[in-house]
């Protein structure tokens, strides 16, 4: 049990603790939809679907890049029922490729807001790309339908 908590825990900051597992699935959903929600504002900038603003850009980057770094520590040991959830069993059944998968998403949103403080759309397009592509792999690995 240790052992699996400090494997998901690792990258954080502060060691997130959960009174149910309940809390810990409210908690990792919570952490994404707020991820989804300003990456999405990025996007809509990549995409040319609002007016490119450099400042906004790199806040909401760096919004996602902070989120990035949460939702690890909620998929502990028990957490795969209580709430519900999208959550497939081979993240407790495959940690060692899952981690990678959050590290990966952790990596990418990192370069993003790197490239987003930068205020070049080019690199902010590239990053963003990068940055899906994490997400999308690891939802078909490890979030059901
Ligand atoms: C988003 C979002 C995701 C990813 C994914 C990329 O905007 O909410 O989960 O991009 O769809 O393919």
């Given at each position: 049990m240790?052992?699996v908590?400090?494997?998901?825990?690792?990258?954080?900051?502060?060691q997130?603790?959960?009174?149910?597992?309940?809390?810990?699935?409210?908690?990792?959903q919570?952490?994404?939809?707020?991820m989804?929600?300003?990456?999405q504002?990025?996007?809509?900038m990549?995409?040319?679907r609002?007016?490119?603003?450099?400042?906004?850009?790199?806040?909401?980057?760096?919004?996602?890049?902070?989120?990035?770094?949460?939702?690890?520590?909620?998929?502990?040991?028990?957490?795969?029922?209580?709430?519900?959830?999208?959550?497939?069993?081979?993240?407790?059944?495959?940690?060692?490729?899952?981690?990678?998968?959050?590290e990966?998403?952790m990596?990418e949103?990192?370069?993003?807001a790197?490239?987003?403080?930068?205020?070049?759309?080019?690199?902010?397009?590239?990053?963003?790309?990068?940055?899906?592509?994490?997400?999308?792999?690891?939802?078909?690995a490890?979030?059901?339908?």
């Amino acid at each position: 049990m240790a052992s699996v908590a400090l494997l998901l825990g690792a990258s954080l900051p502060a060691q997130a603790q959960f009174a149910k597992p309940e809390d810990s699935i409210r908690y990792r959903q919570s952490a994404l939809f707020v991820m989804g929600q300003h990456f999405q504002r990025v996007g809509a900038m990549v995409n040319g679907r609002i007016p490119f603003d450099a400042k906004a850009a790199a806040e909401n980057a760096e919004v996602v890049a902070a989120m990035a770094k949460l939702p690890w520590a909620g998929f502990g040991p028990g957490t795969d029922k209580g709430a519900p959830t999208k959550a497939k069993a081979e993240i407790w059944t495959e940690q060692a490729k899952f981690r990678e998968a959050g590290e990966k998403a952790m990596a990418e949103t990192a370069k993003l807001a790197a490239a987003a403080k930068t205020g070049n759309l080019d690199a902010i397009k590239a990053a963003f790309g990068a940055t899906a592509g994490s997400c999308k792999a690891c939802h078909d690995a490890y979030r059901a339908q």
